[in-house]
């Protein structure tokens, strides 16, 4: 079956410099990209999203790219701070169903002092 | 604004035990879905409720059942606990399914021994 899978499963930064986590897909079918964040004992939360017809979108201090061409998605975040400590894990709407997202194993982040 | 809020935070079973577990979302949304999480592994779809009244299958619903008491709550049900229901289990919610972000609670923790 289709499947969104990540490039690196860890991932150690020194504070203030750029993290870029990259996420790969199979499905060309898939309309619909999300990234959330998970810190240790909550639950994932909602950074940034991107549609299919879009290859870039910028949020607070987070770019989300996406290169179809490749079936290839990437977060990048800027400054990177220790707060941004988590996994990042990357989800896709295949578009097969209205309902169902698909997560990737997620990235763990460390942003060293 | 509590978001989506899952009850109990915590739980120990033995194996055979059942238990229901909570979860009501106060934004209004439309969709809500079970999901648990294991180590290594991404999230995964156990249930589904596109729209009050509904409840579909998703990846791995074996095991569970669920009811959508109406459009805040929606419950994940053990009726037979087994040490593979061993896991981390989440709530999320969304106002249209599919593509738009979901919303997560901060999970239970479940162990069945």
């Known amino acids: 079956g289709e499947s969104v899978g990540l490039h690196l499963p860890t991932l150690s930064v020194q504070e203030g410099d750029n993290s870029i986590i990259n996420c790969a897909y199979s499905?060309?079918?898939?309309?619909?990209f999300i990234w959330y964040k998970q810190e240790s004992g909550k639950g994932p939360q909602f950074i940034i999203d991107?549609?299919?017809?879009?290859d870039k979108r910028q949020g607070q201090r987070v770019t989300v790219l996406l290169n179809k061409t490749v079936k290839h998605l990437s977060l990048q975040i800027a400054a990177t701070q220790p707060g941004d400590s988590a996994v990042y894990f990357c989800?896709?709407?295949?578009?097969?169903?209205?309902?169902?997202?698909?997560f990737g194993k997620g990235t763990l982040l460390t942003v060293n002092p | 604004n509590a978001g989506v809020t899952q009850t109990p935070k915590f739980q120990v079973l033995k194996t055979g035990q059942s238990m229901t577990l909570q979860c009501a979302q106060d934004?209004?949304?439309?969709?809500m879905y079970w999901y648990r999480q294991d180590p290594g592994m991404g999230l995964r779809l156990i249930y589904y409720?596109?729209?009050?009244?509904?409840?579909d299958k998703g990846e791995v619903p074996n095991g569970y059942n669920v009811s959508r008491l109406n459009k805040r709550e929606f419950s994940l049900r053990l009726e037979s606990a087994a040490p593979s229901q061993t896991s981390v289990y989440f709530c999320?919610?969304?106002?249209?399914?599919?593509?738009?972000?979901?919303?997560f609670g901060n999970g239970t923790r479940l162990t069945v021994t």
């Open positions: 999320a919610s969304t106002s249209t399914g599919g593509r738009s972000p979901l919303h």
């Open positions: 499905n060309s079918a898939s309309d619909y």
């Open positions: 991107i549609r299919s017809n879009m």
């Open positions: 989800a896709e709407n295949s578009g097969g169903s209205n309902y169902k997202l698909t």
């Open positions: 934004m209004n949304h439309n969709s």
């Open positions: 409720s596109a729209s009050e009244g509904t409840t």
